[in-house]
């Protein structure tokens, strides 16, 4: 698979990550933890070299997964983690938390989980109100001074945050929800990032499943699938916003691939520091997947993409209220 870099200080990953999120949560009844494994090395086996999980996914467990199943290819695979949230003492999120008292010892519990020595890239998962970015930052510095993480990362921070974080310690990637269906970060989140020379991770790059052309309004969402409790996944959304996967279904069409397909190739097409980290629990969706990273799309398929995009007005908010006041903005 090729490679991109993200930020100038030289992360090299596969054109494709591999989010691991939905091994353990949100997606429906998570994997049993050899079945995650095989996913997981499964996605080594494709070529993709950059895996993403966080303390807060299970909690704690997809991190020890993920650590298990790279284990054998520590020296060949970049893993990214994120810290922001705080605990009870069952192990249950009870808000944000970026002290930075706090976040070194969420550093170590995430090393002592994935079992590595260092983290290649270390990412505040939400913009802590309560801590002066400034201070978050200085405190990844001393982390990255003693060795215990390599590389700098935000999670949907917006253009003054990333600024202010860059100009303390030097901000390798943002990651933040980019697709056809939720085009935002276009208009001031890209061009800042271009400008500092960091990388982009887009998450839920196929529109959590929706731009894969397999969910349709009568798709019944489980009570373990947080999709049931999104806007954007009501049954009104789902209809008003086919339209941008029939559009994708129909360019697909032509060029001998699937809807999921032509989504990732044109984030792949926007920049060359663009890295999309699609998830599945499915070996089979993996393979559709990784093979996007072969797809070329033409002028003409990029434009035909954009122009009709455009006019399609998408339905529905991306996240309940509760997270969506999460969001920096």
């Known amino acids: 698979m090729d490679q991109r870099t993200l930020g100038t200080t030289g992360l090299e990953v596969s054109c494709l990550g591999f989010g691991c999120m939905g091994l353990s949560q949100s997606y429906g009844t998570p994997l049993g933890r050899d079945e995650g494994i095989a996913v997981v090395r499964a996605a080594v086996d494709r070529g993709v070299t950059f895996f993403d999980t966080a303390e807060v996914y299970g909690p704690f467990v997809n ?25 009870d003492a069952d192990g249950r999120q009870t ?11 969420a550093v170590d519990g995430s090393l ?102 397999t969910i349709d309004p009568g798709t019944a969402f489980g009570s373990t699938d947080f999709r049931a409790s999104i806007p954007r996944f009501a049954v009104e959304a789902r209809q008003a916003n086919q339209a941008l996967v029939d559009l994708l279904t129909g360019i697909a069409a032509r060029r001998n691939a699937t809807p999921g397909q032509i989504a990732l190739a044109w984030l792949l097409a926007r920049k060359p520091w663009i890295v999309p980290i699609p998830g599945t629990k499915r070996i089979e969706r993996l393979d559709e997947n990784t093979a996007a990273a072969d797809l070329d799309l033409t002028t003409d398929d990029l434009r035909e993409i954009e122009a009709a995009a455009d006019r399609i007005d998408i339905q529905g908010a991306r996240y309940p209220e509760h997270l969506e006041r999460m969001i920096d903005r």
């Open 95 to 105: 808000g944000l938390s970026s002290h930075p008292e706090h976040l070194r010892q």
């Open 63 to 87: 991190e020890e997964l993920v650590g298990q199943a790279l284990a054998p290819v520590r020296d060949q695979v970049v893993i990214a983690t994120k810290f922001g949230f705080a605990f």
């Open 112 to 213: 002592q989980r994935l079992g590595v020595e260092v983290i290649d890239l270390l990412y505040q998962h939400r913009v802590d109100p309560a801590v002066p970015i400034e201070d978050v930052a200085g405190a990844v510095k001393e982390l990255i001074a003693a060795g215990k993480v390599k590389h700098f990362g935000l999670s949907e921070a917006g253009v003054g945050t990333i600024r202010r974080a860059h100009a303390v310690q030097p901000v390798t990637a943002l990651q933040s929800e980019y697709s056809l269906w939720w085009r935002e970060p276009e208009a001031e989140i890209l061009p800042t990032l271009e400008e500092l020379g960091i990388g982009f991770v887009p998450f839920s790059p196929l529109g959590k499943g929706f731009l894969t052309g």
